[in-house]
């Protein structure tokens, strides 16, 4: 019976350390994650002005990158984040649940094949770095990304067999990050 129990214990940590492993990037992917543009007050809002400007700052970043699909959550600020591309460049979007295991967005990437491509992922303060960590970018620090920061574009990409980070600056500096060399 000891030995049983520590087998079922041996076996927990064995199923605990494979469901941790990184997604399958493959060597054309290139990951890129944004947070929804700056919102309106409310339980569903839509983006303030500057949140569509901002949204049209994306689009101009990113026209050129062959973005395949967008991933967005069920919430209207980050479906309109990504409408400027969406509509401009015809790229299909793909709505997922905004959960913090990042489950519904890796089910539905693998879904649509997607590990292997240009992908945009439109995200949550409270997501994002969770997102980047479970791409394999272990040292990206867990806090979330404050409330007032929306400028930020994160690029995971794989580079000799391994999951490499970039961050960039997009459009008018947040209030948060206008101290910060753009």
């Excluded at 605990?16 to 492993?21: D, K, L, P, W």
């Excluded at 901002?54 to 395949?68: H, P, T, V, Y």
């Excluded at 299909?92 to 295991?101: E, M, P, Y």
Aim: proline residues 3%; charged residues 20%.
């Amino acid at each position: 019976m000891k030995y049983l129990f520590l087998l079922l214990v041996c076996g927990a940590f064995v199923t605990a350390g494979i469901a941790q492993t990184a997604p399958p990037l493959g060597k054309h992917s290139n990951i890129y994650i944004v947070r929804h543009g700056e919102k309106l007050n409310g339980d569903d809002p839509l983006l303030t002005d500057e949140g569509n400007k901002r949204a049209g700052d994306l689009m101009r970043q990113l026209k050129n990158k062959k973005i395949s699909r967008i991933y967005v959550s069920e919430f209207k600020r980050t479906q309109n984040t990504g409408d400027s591309l969406r509509l401009q460049l015809g790229i299909d979007t793909v709505q997922i649940n905004a959960d913090t295991s990042c489950a519904s967005l890796f089910a539905a990437i693998t879904q649509h094949n997607d590990w292997n491509r240009s992908i945009l992922i439109i995200s949550h303060s409270n997501i994002m770095q969770k997102i980047i960590y479970k791409l394999g970018i272990t040292d990206f620090p867990q806090e979330y990304i404050p409330a007032t920061e929306f400028d930020n574009l994160y690029i995971v990409s794989l580079k000799k067999k391994k999951a490499v980070l970039k961050q960039l600056k997009y459009g008018k500096p947040s209030a948060a990050s206008a101290v910060m060399k753009h």
